[in-house]
């Protein structure tokens, strides 16, 4: 059974940085895609990320294109979530995620996702 475990989090201006991790356990790293998703109180939980299960193709929501990056490193079974140029609409709890139906992305809709980890909170101060 695979779980997860998400870290990470804290307090950042805005315009800095922040890395989150997800570390994984329980199925081989490379058999899943593995994603990133958010929500804030009284909001429906929203696609981040996402990375295919090899690392080579990696696919972002709108809102955080060129700004956030997505990773796994295989070898140690972690996923990571490099945060750039944060603002203030970045608030929230970060949930990563892994749909271990396939190695290749398919849906950003969270029911694709089986397993998460149980979120790290992301405070951008402005």
């Known amino acids: 059974q695979l779980q997860l475990v998400d870290s990470g989090g804290g307090l950042v201006q805005a315009g800095g940085s922040l890395r989150l991790s997800c570390a994984a356990s329980?199925?081989?790293?490379?058999?899943?895609?593995m994603a990133w998703f958010r929500q804030t109180s009284g909001k429906k939980r929203e696609f981040v990320a996402a990375?295919?299960?090899?690392?080579?193709?990696?696919f972002y929501a709108d809102s955080v294109k060129g700004r956030f990056a997505i990773s796994r490193d295989n070898a140690k079974n972690t996923g990571y979530l490099q945060m750039n140029s944060v603002k203030s609409e970045d608030t929230a709890v970060y949930y990563c995620?892994?749909?271990?139906?396939?190695?290749?992305?398919?849906?950003?809709?969270?029911?694709?996702?089986?397993?998460w980890g149980q979120g790290t909170q992301v405070t951008v101060s402005s």
């Open positions: 990375v295919s299960g090899s690392g080579s193709r990696t």
């Open positions: 329980g199925r081989t790293s490379s058999t899943y895609v």
């Open positions: 995620a892994a749909d271990t139906s396939s190695p290749y992305y398919r849906n950003n809709s969270p029911v694709q996702y089986e397993h």
